[in-house]
């Protein structure tokens, strides 16, 4: 009894559980935390707040005030419990052996077996339940009757009198069942937008995964060419080390030569000296002049070789520099092959020209207004537009483009079917041309008629294009220092490409080389 008196004085009164992180109201009634918060969610907007237990009014939601003590008392009530799923519940009238009950009995507050359920009432007020130990949980905590009614103001499931007498009088009620199944809607609503977001991340993620797949297979193709590429040159400047390295080498051993012969020549003048020294300190005239070969001992000329030693100069650092260099070059050739990259200069074709715009000779520069008097053919623009004579049907190209001398104009890269008159000629005025644009102060791109607004602007008078054509995408950047990326669209191209410009005003040039990667 005991226990059963200590359950009830740690039961919240809207849950009808033991207390979980219990608060409590200035009033001194305590809830669980998620069920007054729940209840105070629901008096929102009614003008007012109350205690679900003493109906204390509030003009503001109360704050809640933690009660540590009530929840390590909940928390040690609960450990002193048995498991509920070990021990089972058993017959209450069978007091002289353990029998499984089948049935509780919210009326009789008993559990029973399935002989003592079949002598049991069968009056309507004695409501039979799956079995539980916690019958109570199952009564109104202020007038110990079953509950039956749910109060969708309170949130909070009341018996009778609650409804007839007690602090929900007045308040929309429902059955127990109807509560329970508009719940239950509504948590199924809620599950489907779960079930269809949960489905939906894992399309992305399974997208993104596929993704991913490819780009670390592109990753390994790539990081696999670089490595061989370095590995080569590597290889190939270790090779040209060694190469200038012994033209050096060659170079110094003359001189090691010439000093070894200069040594065995300053041996020969020492014993010449010598000998002559012998013969000059000798009183006998006659042994001075029976010597032979004295034309021999005299002969102190120096010869071709030791004139080498100063005459032949310094070492040849031009011809060093010259095999470096050349070596270099060969292995820049190398490497430039090795990743693609061939020059390859756009020139403006003057044949697609508009009429107002003047070709340079070099075919790099577009200017605006200049009449030229061209025959109108059907490639020709309507518009202040040109194309390139190049096109590109596959690889990896860039070229770049000076526009400081304009203040409108538009650069991208277009399909040759492209319209060359009326309102979708223009650069990103249709599906078929990919453009950069500057109009005054305004800087964007645009792709059939939809514009993407630059607010940082381009913060350099050049601007680079670069095409991926079997990925798809067409980029733009600004040549600042650092670069900076501007855009980048992605389509599947059908056509082969070619540069664009327009220019609203002044002038704008090719810059450079335009170059495959």
């Not at 990081?223 to 080390?241: H, K, P, Q, S, Y």
């Not at 120096?302 to 650092?317: A, P």
């Not at 203040?407 to 040759?416: A, F, L, Q, S, T």
Request: with cysteine; glycine share 6%.
């Amino acid at each position: 009894m005991a226990s059963a008196d200590l359950r009830e004085e740690l039961e919240c009164p809207v849950c009808l559980g033991i207390y979980t992180d219990p608060v409590n109201l200035r009033c001194g009634h305590n809830f669980c935390r998620v069920c007054i918060d729940r209840v105070l969610d629901s008096q929102e907007g009614s003008g007012g707040y109350s205690c679900p237990e003493c109906r204390d009014n509030y003009k503001e939601r109360p704050g809640l005030q933690r009660n540590i003590a009530l929840r390590n008392i909940a928390k040690r009530f609960l450990s002193t419990q048995p498991d509920q799923k070990k021990a089972g519940v058993n017959c209450t009238y069978c007091i002289h052996s353990s029998v499984p009950a089948v049935r509780s009995c919210l009326h009789c507050d008993a559990s029973m077996c399935d002989n003592h359920l079949t002598v049991h009432s069968k009056a309507p007020e004695h409501v039979l339940c799956a079995p539980t130990t916690f019958l109570e949980t199952r009564k109104c905590s202020v007038h110990k009757e079953i509950l039956k009614y749910y109060c969708t103001e309170d949130a909070a499931c009341v018996c009778v009198s609650c409804y007839v007498i007690g602090g929900h009088v007045g308040h929309k009620m429902m059955s127990l069942d109807e509560a329970s199944k508009e719940k239950k809607k509504k948590l199924r609503n809620v599950l489907q937008k779960l079930m269809a977001e949960t489905q939906e991340a894992e399309k992305r993620v399974q997208s993104l995964e596929e993704r991913r797949r490819k780009a670390c297979e592109k990753a390994d193709c790539e990081a696999d060419r670089v490595t061989a590429l370095f590995r080569d040159l590597r290889r190939r400047l270790e090779d040209l080390e060694k190469r200038v390295l012994n033209d050096i080498t060659r170079q110094v051993q003359p001189y090691d030569d010439i000093i070894k012969q200069l040594e065995i020549k300053k041996e020969e003048l020492t014993r010449k000296m010598c000998h002559i020294e012998e013969l000059c300190n000798m009183t006998d005239p006659l042994t001075v002049l029976q010597e032979s070969h004295t034309s021999d001992l005299c002969d102190t000329e120096v010869d071709r070789h030791d004139k080498q030693l100063y005459d032949g100069g310094d070492l040849d650092v031009a011809r060093i520099s010259h095999t470096l260099h050349t070596g270099l070059a060969d292995i820049m050739s190398g490497v430039t092959a090795g990743i693609a990259v061939q020059p390859a200069d756009i020139l403006l074709d003057v044949n697609t020209a508009y009429n107002y715009l003047h070709i340079s000779d070099d075919r790099k520069t577009a200017s605006f207004p200049s009449w030229q008097d061209r025959p109108e053919t059907p490639e020709r623009f309507q518009c202040r537009q040109v194309l390139s004579s190049q096109s590109f049907s596959s690889g990896q190209h860039y070229w770049e483009v000076d526009v400081g001398g304009s203040d409108r104009w538009r650069v991208g890269m277009c399909y040759p079917s492209i319209a060359r008159r009326g309102g979708q000629s223009g650069i990103g005025d249709n599906n078929k041309s990919w453009g950069l644009y500057r109009e005054g102060n305004q800087f964007s791109v645009v792709h059939d008629r939809k514009v993407i607004g630059l607010p940082d602007g381009i913060p350099s008078d050049r601007v680079r294009i670069d095409l991926h054509y079997e990925a798809g995408q067409i980029s733009f950047y600004a040549l600042c220092d650092p670069i900076r990326p501007l855009h980048t669209f992605k389509a599947t191209f059908t056509e082969p490409l070619h540069a664009v410009l327009c220019v609203g005003g002044g002038c704008i040039k090719i810059s450079g080389e335009t170059r495959g990667k």
